[in-house]
């Protein structure tokens, strides 16, 4: 049977939430490992008795968590759009949640539709690692100089060429993306931490909790985790704010940070047209720049 | 060569965190399963060139976690106690972390000498599954009656015969032991909720998050799990407060309430007589009831 990747029956939009580290990353690109697109299809199959093909609306690598990804598919079945995120749970590992489900026009495409996305990266400050939260942020062991991150994240905020802050995949034609945010914020959760977190929490300068968000109208391949691991680099002292500036200049990848962990990173949204976030980033942050 | 499991050479006290969801519980039980215990001792082997038999002071099941575990082992390996923890960090699984270690008394040992032991169950309240969560928490979609939990729990603490309150593997001679603590904490932490718990909030009533604290001289097999299970079952209405202490009185296992799942379960610390919230337990609890 072959897969349903025309426009025929009904279009579904799903928010699927998953723990990526079980996963080879969203995209199935050689059968047989396991990723989040051939779990999905397995479960949509398993509902509906149709074959489908997933489009995921970001190709989140191995190993990195989603809270929002956007996924569409085409579907003879007649199962009420009501009914697909329970119908799907009963079948998907406990990794993978489907958080809602919508019918959508035929015309909707998760991946070219989207105009922007919200990725989280997660860093918490110990001294002792966690055996819990290490599979959702990475683990600093010296106290971070947020300040300095925060003037750099200033820096990189805007339309630029991305070159130095992105691997060399498949070279993209063009290199330019607008980082409508890119922004630090710190905070506290005591009851969460001494659950999570068994080490002292001695020695640590700030809050224990630190979070990078990140929110661009396209990200280049590793952009994002190349991002944190420049800013990374500039909090622990290793960089200065100012050298972020030259590396959008010069385009020089290797005098940018290293690739951060994939653990620590969330696509957290994309948004699209009928998103009031979306304007808000694409209306308003575009003319304030 | 021969297992270690005799007093000889130094004899040394670890604090253990795991994430119990990829073991089969503490204990080796059959060889070839992978559990705490076998990784454990792997792993003291591959540091100091020495096969010990490790003990724990708890024996968790298959999905429990510790923060807290404690386990001590003999071995004539002359590394210095303060290099071990990071010495077994690095041979480790990502799951398993070695908090603390020290040099004890020949004559000590993890699981006759622990007076008592804390245990944490963790509760989350959310119309959806967390991916993240739910390997550490169980979720009630269902509102709890957390007055009603809190009534049912000062029923059953102090000094009992929990027959009940347990599942029968082998049976124990005596099947009384003293509760100093069951006690429910509700918190809000609203920056973890909103990366861990893709779902609405709305519905619920109180805070989403709730644990459990049990606090005991002993635990039967499976009671901390049953005695969760049944404040669960009067949280939800299906058991009256009062049930408990008839289930006291008549010890019917079949009319409590059922196993609460490991994975919200936590081994959060062990108690010695060198710690002072041992005493706090044995003295002020015991002369209070």
Request: charged letters at 20%; glycine letters at 8%.
């Amino acid at each position: 049977m072959a897969l349903n990747s025309r426009r025929t029956g009904r279009n579904l939009r799903l928010v699927v939430a998953y723990d990526g580290t079980a996963y080879h990353g969203f995209q199935t690109q050689r059968p047989g490992l396991p990723t989040v697109q051939a779990m999905l299809e397995r479960a949509v199959e398993a509902v509906s008795g149709h074959r489908s093909r997933i489009t995921g609306a970001g190709r989140t690598d191995a190993g990195v968590h989603a809270r929002g990804q956007v996924v569409n598919f085409f579907t003879p079945c007649a199962i009420p759009v009501a009914r697909w995120a329970a119908a799907l749970g009963s079948v998907l590992p406990r990794d993978i949640v489907v958080v809602r489900a919508d019918e959508v026009s035929a015309d909707f495409h998760a991946r070219f539709d989207a105009l922007a996305k919200i990725y989280r990266y997660f860093i918490y400050q110990s001294e002792v690692r966690s055996p819990f939260w290490d599979r959702y942020a990475l683990r600093s062991r010296v106290p971070l100089d947020t300040a300095a991150m925060a003037e750099a994240a200033a820096l990189l905020r805007g339309k630029h060429c991305f070159r130095a802050f992105h691997d060399a995949g498949s070279p993209p034609r063009d290199t330019r993306r607008t980082l409508f945010d890119l922004s630090l914020h710190q905070f506290d959760a005591e009851d969460v931490w001494s659950f999570m977190c068994p080490g002292p929490r001695a020695g640590l300068r700030g809050l224990p909790f630190l979070v990078i968000t990140l929110v661009a109208d396209g990200f280049l391949y590793h952009m994002a985790r190349v991002l944190v691991g420049t800013l990374l680099e500039v909090g622990r002292g290793a960089l200065s704010p100012q050298s972020v500036a030259e590396r959008l200049a010069d385009g020089r990848r290797d005098l940018a940070g290293p690739t951060a962990p994939p653990r620590g990173l969330w696509l957290d949204a994309v948004l699209y047209a009928d998103d009031p976030r979306t304007w808000f980033y694409l209306d308003t942050v575009r003319v304030v720049q």
